[in-house]
Every structure is written in structure tokens, then in C-alpha cells.
């Protein structure tokens, strides 16, 4: 099971502890922060206890305005609930007060080193979190980002899926990981693929053996992470079992209960299959611009079948 803990959250923001050092262990289980309003009015039938509380410049203003007697009473009406830590922005000061209640309860209270706008920082405080907590799944194969979109390449062990992903490095497009692709799930939509951090930038290829992609052809042809758009299986070439359809019935691999759009093309000496996942990738992107080449197709032979 995943876990992230707020000192991961200190180290990778570069946060000032203001209190809470021994308590930076504790566990984050929620992949969204919260900004704390009708918190402070009194409202909690909805207030998520388990999220990252952030006050910025609009809280603590607020907070700064009330009678010592009030602020108090607010601050101990949302500390009590022991969220896993606070984090002020903006850089804001003045907050003697806050740091009390964290001390007395136990919690961390953090900060930015230096001000910045509170939305920015709860963009990418989230999208941190999001993947860090993501259900994933390690599969064998390859990911390329090609044309901007993330494509699986899988097939039986030997089936030249290494060699084809380097094919496409050639010719401009990025790999993202090979032999161990670590997919997460980041909606009920959103499949991202990166790789297991050890095979980072390598790709290992039959006959020649392990290369660094990025010390090889430079940073550009090497990506972190990707939307997967397709999934693409090596198979065997069949005789007879291909046919110059308009256009094949649309299947799907499941990832996490997330349906992704699968193409299996068959391998056969001569075969440009670099080439073909390059026009699969068009052709999907086209899809999603609502175009289809079967259907213009069919209009164009409209006119002969009216006469």
C-alpha cells in the first residue's frame, strides 16, 4: 500500500518546520489539501479532517482581525480535529497564536520559505500528492510518448518491443520506460505511466545490451512520465488473418478498471511497425477531433451508389 508522511511533503517543498518536528512521521491518507472557511465560522459537518489544512494570506488576515478572545476560539475549533499538519503561504506572519495550538495538540505547522500565490502552491501540492498516493501497477513492456501521447508497447518476451521503442527514439519521439512500466491511476479516466526509477533512462536492447537514452541522443528523448492514450500488442504474423478493413471495431485493455484503446499489429520481416504506431497515434489523436478517414470515405462514394 502506498504511503506518504508530511516530511515527505517538507523535503519535496523545501517547507520551514515552525513546530512539530517529532510529528512529521504522521501518515497522509487524502490526495487533497483544504483551505479552511466555514471552519472558522463554526461550520464542520463537511470539514475533511484527514487533508492537509492550508492557510494563506484570506485566512490569516481574517484570523489577524479577530479579538484575541475569538481567534482563539476559531484556531482550537479546527486543531482539535488533528488534521496531518498546516501549511501557511504567502509569508505570513504574526502567528505566535497558531503555533500554540499546533505545540499543545501535537501538530506540525509548516511554511513556505518564501511567498508565493496560495493557489499555485495548492496546484502543485495536490498534483504531488495525487501520484504519490495513486493506486498503481508494475506491467512488462514498453512506454513511448509519441506525438505528445503515451503509448504501451507489449508482447511476448523477445518480440523486439526494446527495439522498436529505440526505432521511434530515432525518429524524434521520447521513451518513458522499458521493460518494467509502472501505470497509476490517477481518475477514472487517467492512466499515467512512468517507470520504477532503477530503469530510468535505459533501455536494453538484444545484441548490444544496456543504453542510456539520455547520455546516448541527448535529454530530448527521454520523459518521466505520460498520459497513456494506447495500448499497442506485438503479435506473430497469421497468414490470412489481416484484412484491409475501413476500419476495425474498436477494443480495449483494462488497466484499473480504465478502459484504454488497444491496437494489435503483427510482426513480419519488412514490416515498418515504428511506422505503423506512428500512424496510430495520428490516426487516434485525428479520432478525438471527431474526424474518421472510414467515414469520409464512405461519403466520397456516396454520389456513385445514388447514381
Known amino acids: 500500500m ?20 517529532k510529528q512529521l512521521q504522521q501518515e497522509i491518507i487524502q490526495p487533497r489539501s483544504h483551505r479552511p472557511g466555514l471552519e472558522f465560522v463554526g461550520h464542520f459537518d463537511f470539514f475533511p479532517t484527514e487533508r492537509i489544512q492550508i492557510l494563506g494570506r484570506k485566512e490569516i ?33 504574526g502567528l505566535t497564536y497558531l503555533t500554540q495550538y499546533c505545540i499543545e495538540e501535537g501538530i506540525p505547522l509548516l511554511c513556505t520559505e518564501e511567498p508565493q500565490s496560495t493557489s499555485e502552491f495548492i496546484t502543485k501540492l495536490d ?11 508494475a506491467i ?25 521503442a529505440h526505432t521511434l527514439i530515432g525518429r524524434g519521439h521520447r521513451l518513458v520506460a522499458d521493460d518494467i512500466v509502472v501505470l497509476k491511476k490517477l481518475s477514472p479516466r487517467t492512466i499515467l505511466g512512468t517507470h520504477d ?31 497513456i492514450a494506447l495500448d499497442i500488442e506485438l503479435t506473430k504474423w497469421e497468414k490470412d488473418s489481416l484484412n484491409n478493413e475501413l476500419e476495425h471495431e474498436a477494443k480495449f485493455t483494462e488497466y484499473m478498471d480504465v478502459q484504454i484503446p488497444h491496437i494489435e499489429i503483427q510482426l513480419q520481416p519488412g514490416r515498418d511497425v515504428a511506422g505503423l504506431i506512428e500512424a496510430a497515434a495520428n490516426n487516434w489523436l485525428l479520432k478525438q477531433q471527431g474526424y474518421s478517414a472510414a467515414e469520409e ?11
Request: net charge positive.
Open 2 to 21: 502506498k504511503t506518504l508522511i508530511v516530511e515527505h511533503i517538507v523535503q519535496r517543498f523545501s517547507l520551514k518546520v515552525l513546530c512539530g518536528e
Open 61 to 93: 488576515t481574517y484570523l489577524h482581525k479577530l479579538s484575541l478572545e475569538e481567534r482563539q476560539l476559531r484556531i482550537s475549533n479546527i486543531v482539535k480535529y488533528h488534521p496531518p499538519c498546516f501549511i501557511v503561504t504567502a509569508g505570513q506572519e
Open 127 to 137: 498534483e504531488f500528492m495525487v501520484k504519490k498516493l495513486a493506486p498503481e501497477i
Open 140 to 164: 512488462h513492456g514498453v512506454c513511448i510518448n509519441v506525438y505528445g501521447m503515451g503509448i504501451l508497447i507489449r508482447g511476448k518476451s523477445g518480440v523486439g518491443k526494446s527495439e522498436i
Open 197 to 227: 526509477e532503477k530503469t530510468k533512462e535505459f533501455i536494453s536492447l538484444r545484441s548490444i545490451g544496456l543504453i542510456n537514452v539520455v547520455r546516448l541522443y541527448g535529454r530530448k528523448a527521454f520523459q518521466d512520465e505520460t498520459r
Open 297 to 307: 470515405f464512405m461519403k466520397r462514394l456516396e454520389p456513385e451508389f445514388l447514381d
